[in-house]
């Protein structure tokens, strides 16, 4: 195969056990020395409402003040990798430059994860000047490369002002941006929700799309994202 990143070939291996017990989670796409650069966060020691690398017990600093804010939320958060100068780079070809196959880059480590989880996946969306710029909402890109159904329920009705070029206070303020749309409310009844992005900064984003699919009748959410 070829690396999807750095486009070197690479003999694959595909091992028995992964034919026999598998066979929903397909090979990785890129090279061992792409993958070598990154820092999984799924082993080690890790902050539960975040991923953060945290050695001590309970939440981080971080997560506590989310937690005054929002006592009644969950905190449970997997990051699959920790956020550094391979995913930057990916991030900026992919999401900014909208190079829509790079979304396979984690195809193997979504199916993995998903593969175990009953909850509906929700991705969080992107608002329409976005959509325009790129083409596509990368967090929907990344569940399609990897085959999981997901339910588009939330609306973006911000402004679509980039979370990045707000410093953090400005981003800890900002306005609800998400609204539920009125066809998945009964779909959302009830049920575990899962929510999806693509990075998880300052949790800004999944707090305000946790609370409005909290007020219209979820019944526990957790996040996931690709990096932290
Ligand atoms: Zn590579
Ligand atoms: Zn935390």
């Known amino acids: 195969m070829n690396c999807l990143w750095c486009g070197r070939t690479q003999k694959e291996v595909i091992k028995l056990r992964e034919l026999v017990a598998f066979t929903k989670i397909d090979p990785t796409v890129r090279c061992d020395s792409c ?27 971080d997560c506590q003040k989310w937690k005054a804010a929002y006592p009644n939320y969950p905190f449970k958060h997997t990051a699959l990798y920790q956020y550094n100068e391979f995913i930057k780079e990916w991030i900026e070809a992919y999401k900014y430059a909208g190079d829509y196959r790079l979304g396979e880059l984690y195809k193997k480590e979504i199916q993995a994860f998903f593969c175990k989880q009953k909850e509906l996946v929700i991705p969080i969306p992107i608002s329409d000047k976005s959509k325009m710029l790129r083409g596509f909402n990368q967090v929907e890109g990344l569940l399609e490369f990897a085959g999981v159904k997901y339910t588009p329920a939330l609306i973006h009705c911000g402004t679509g002002e980039k979370q990045s070029s707000k410093n953090r206070k400005m981003r800890m303020l900002s306005p609800q941006p998400f609204k539920l749309n009125d066809v998945f409310q009964d779909s959302i009844k009830g049920k575990s929700v899962i929510l999806v ?10 707090f305000h799309a946790a609370d409005c699919l909290l007020k219209n009748g979820a019944q526990s959410i957790e996040t996931f994202s690709i990096s932290r």
Request: glycine content about 14%; hydrophobic content about 30%; charged content about 20%.
């Open 35 to 61: 993958s070598g650069k990154l820092v999984s966060l799924l082993k080690g020691t890790v902050c539960l409402g975040c991923s953060r690398y945290w050695i001590e017990e309970g939440l981080c600093p």
């Open 197 to 206: 992005d693509d990075i998880y900064t300052t949790g800004r984003t999944f």
